[in-house]
């Protein structure tokens, strides 16, 4: 018997414009007025206000008292779905604050979606001068530290421990690519039976990440990823010495 042909599904043009909508809200752009919106959608005013207007009827978007949009409670509920359905947080979470109270920078744990990473858990250095990343916020898959371990890292399996070339080129440090005056390290995060899942970052003002700061740093950001990747499972970090932090 011959198998029915397969459709090509398209999406939903008012669903995907909406969407795109959405995506223009970021820790930099957390307010756009309607204008903004227009411009950077490309869509008419006519047509955004329109999807603000749906939008804003199922809590994805707000107003403000100046009249300006904003992201609503409901994307914020959605978020929080997302965070959860992960179970990474409990895992995650305390292993970064230990390492900023270590080191005194910043700390970041990203995740790849599509060609992008995402910063699902900060953990910020009370120091006034910092990188400023917010959980939420999304680069480009290949800039910076993080990228670069994306892009090496993310097909390996991560069941097996990792060879001892790779553990002396991590954690892999960029500077001034995400920015001038931006410097950072960053070593991959595995869990068992799922290979890559994450990117564990340090970031902070080159003016205080010198090379002799980075270099007493390393062994922290290392310590730290194989932490995690011993309570998810993964034998990445076993030929560092594995095990817990200290």
Known sequence: MNSAPKLKTKGVEAVDKALRILSLFDSRSPTLSLGEISERSGLVKSSALRLLISLQNAGYITMTTDKRYAVGVEAFRIGQVYQHSLRLEEVIRPVLEDLVRKTGESGSFFRREGNMRVCLFRADTHQPLREHVAEGDAVEIGKGAAGHVFMTYGALAGDVPAGADDLARLPDVS?????????????????????????????????????????????????AAATICTRLGSPFYDAAGGGEAQ
Request: proline share 8%; glycine share 16%; charged share 15%.
């Open 175 to 223: 500077i001034g690519e995400r920015g001038p005056g931006i410097a950072g390290m960053s070593a991959p995060i595995f869990a068992v039976g799922q290979g890559m899942i994450g990117a564990l970052s340090l970031s902070g003002p080159s003016l205080r990440l010198t090379e002799e700061r980075i270099t007493e740093m390393k062994p922290h950001v290392l310590a």
